[in-house]
């Protein structure tokens, strides 16, 4: 073999190693990202069964027309620190089917600084008590999302289904923290239905009589 034979041959065989490694290299980059993406959904998935409900095949059978109902019953116009807050609201289903599974949805958001699922509890009034919900940062955190799952209920067709939410902010929160955003929107086997939005204005609770901005007794000259 000659010597630009040989020099021809060794060109070769280093380019098609160099195209063997880029190869993969690629198909490794690609895996990460693959990966990666498969990670950030389950995280953003929701722990909660509210989030990813079962669905029974003969539940996605029912065909109705038109998507499950929200709405606000009542809302206060501000929040003390340090207090908790009322909130009305319904879930109807007029959509010609019965529903096996519907729950009302909420998510909370803070207006001057992100809220912080430490600053909130979320209480729901069933069978004549209080019952404390989970809440978490959602995904990023851009917003507290509520566990409604323990809610998830049959809603028979022309029915509604009235809640009693009790939201309470700590005294804790950043002070910049201004108002609490309160999205609604309901659940059911056949998708979710609309979002609607109340904000309710933070405030500081009224100072004690006699008592100093950091708590220590007023004294007069």
Not at 108 to 114: E, N, V
Request: aromatic share 4%.
């Amino acid at each position: 073999m000659s010597v630009l034979s040989a020099s021809t041959a060794n060109s070769s065989l280093a380019t098609r190693r160099r195209r063997v490694a880029t190869v993969v290299a690629t198909l490794l980059i690609a895996g990460s990202v693959q990966l990666l993406a498969a990670e950030s959904s389950s995280a953003c998935a929701g722990p909660y069964r509210a989030n990813n409900p079962e669905v029974p095949a003969a539940a996605r059978a029912v065909r109705h027309h038109g998507p499950i109902d929200s709405v606000f019953l009542s809302t206060p116009g501000t929040l003390t620190r340090g207090s908790k807050i009322e909130v009305g609201t319904q879930i109807g289903n007029f959509t010609g089917g019965d529903f096996s599974l519907a729950a009302p949805a909420l998510t909370l958001t803070g207006k001057g600084a992100r809220l912080r699922a430490q600053d909130v509890t979320v209480e729901v009034f069933v069978h004549g008590a209080w019952k404390k919900l989970g809440v978490d940062g959602g995904c990023g955190g851009e917003a507290v999302r509520v566990d409604t799952s323990p809610l998830l209920q049959p809603l028979k067709d022309g029915r509604a289904s009235r809640l009693l939410f009790r939201i309470g902010l700590s005294a804790k929160a950043p002070a910049a923290q201004s108002a609490v955003s309160v999205t609604l929107s309901a659940w059911s086997e056949s998708g979710s239905g609309a979002k609607s939005t109340r904000t309710v204005k933070v405030v500081r609770a009224a100072a004690t009589p006699g008592k100093t901005a950091a708590g220590s007794p007023r004294t007069h000259g």
